[in-house]
């Protein structure tokens, strides 16, 4: 998603090579599923850091192209759950080596923020719920950017309370980087 296309990996990940970032802005979970093998497993990456859901959470407003409309926490849950299981599953299906990131916090106004907010505790306790199956990495960015309040995005992290900033970013690395380490060095 564009929370991932906006990461500008050399600055902060310099140290593991070189980088690639394929994050599309407006990608959801199972766009994603779709495009994974095409997009990353086919390049053979040492590692492939996923960072995916946020935007399926708009359709709780009816934001995307949706022949549905608006869809309920339940359904955007499952489709989110779903598509994981499928981006786990064709890693594995090539022995991809993969990092599986929490969906970010927000905290910007909205008539659906405390729904969107609960939606997205539930997508990550899923998230890390199918990594512990999986015996695949997750990185907990979401606790890492709270706010006091254990729910809300740190204002500092954000300008517009979805995509991090400078400071944002450097949070996230501080989470990412040691679970890189950790992954890397377990390499055979």
Known sequence: DSITQFFSLPTYFRQFGYLLNRGISGDTAEI?????EADVLQLH???????????????L????????????????????????????SQAKAYGQRMILCSVLPIWFQSEKK????ALILSINQELQRLCQQAQVLYADCY?????????????EYSYDGVHPNARGYRAMSGVLTPVLHQLLRSQP
């Open 32 to 36: 994603l599923a779709k495009r994974l």
């Open 114 to 117: 405390a729904e969107r907010q």
């Open 45 to 59: 990456p040492r590692c492939a850091v996923i960072l995916i859901g946020i935007n399926n959470t708009w359709r």
């Open 61 to 88: 407003d009816g934001s995307f192209d949706d022949p549905h409309g608006c869809c309920t926490c339940e359904e955007i849950l499952d489709t989110v759950r779903e598509s994981c299981r499928s981006i786990l």
């Open 143 to 155: 606790s890492a950017m709270t706010s006091e309040n254990g729910i809300d995005l740190k204002k």
